[in-house]
């Protein structure tokens, strides 16, 4: 049971490149997150999907795509990088209802130069 | 949108003493859940303990416990008997009931001396 993981876990974009950062979980959570947390700042929720087939925007969605590809797989796409998109990003699950807690991956660090 | 403050950026702590971390929040909603979450130099985000808001009595797991003030909108969390592996970044987190966002403070980096 290896719980969230996500892929990979640095990279480093030129201003202006694509990529997906890949999430992962195996514990048949409905619900699925992304956050991304500065310097300084507590994690910011970008994009969540609530069960399979469901995406909405958090609180900075903005410069980001998601993709729930199945229950166990979601996916975050920067289509055009940006130097402000530098950060750590970290995908995380739930069991869809209260009170339970969201389990965390590793985290992505990504660096835009 | 609810604000979650914690006014410590660092504390540290010696080795088996306690130490006590401040939490407090903003939000006008009655029904809540509070989380603090430990992120040792590994990143991992992990729970530590949860509060339900609508009970009065103090969360406790082990050397973890809160103090839980819902009318002063506080919540502390207290660890006893420190121990080197508790050096980590402690985030408090505020999730209102049904929502599915949970709102983070900056946190506080606690350094367990030895």
């Known amino acids: 049971n290896a719980g969230v993981t996500q892929t990979p876990k640095f990279q480093v974009l030129k201003t202006g490149q694509s990529m997906t950062l890949q999430c992962a979980q195996d514990?048949?959570?409905?619900?699925m997150y992304w956050y991304r947390q500065d310097p300084g700042m507590g994690l910011r929720l970008i994009y969540y999907?609530?069960?399979?087939?469901?995406?909405d925007k958090g609180e900075v969605p903005n410069g980001y795509n998601v993709s729930r590809l199945n229950k166990r797989e979601f996916s975050l796409r920067l289509e055009s990088a940006a130097p402000s998109q530098t950060s750590v990003y970290f995908c995380?699950?739930?069991?869809?209802?209260?009170?339970?807690?969201?389990?965390f991956g590793p985290g992505t660090r990504l660096t835009v130069t | 949108a609810q604000t979650v403050t914690q006014s410590q950026p660092e504390m540290s702590v010696q080795e088996a003493e306690t130490v006590t971390l401040s939490c407090t929040y903003d939000t006008s909603e009655s029904n809540y859940y509070l989380f603090w979450y430990k992120q040792p130099p590994s990143r991992q985000m992990i729970l530590v303990i949860r509060?339900?808001?609508?009970?009065?009595q103090n969360a406790t797991e082990n050397r973890f416990s809160v103090n839980f003030q819902k009318a002063a909108k506080s919540f502390s969390l207290k660890i006893s008997d420190s121990q080197l592996g508790d050096t980590a970044m402690y985030f408090c987190a505020f999730r209102q009931t049904g929502a599915n966002n949970l709102f983070f403070g900056t946190g506080t980096r606690l350094t367990v001396i030895p």
């Open positions: 509060q339900e808001a609508y009970k009065q």
């Open positions: 995380a699950s739930k069991v869809a209802g209260l009170p339970y807690e969201q389990y």
């Open positions: 999907s609530a069960s399979e087939g469901t995406t």
């Open positions: 514990m048949n959570h409905n619900s």
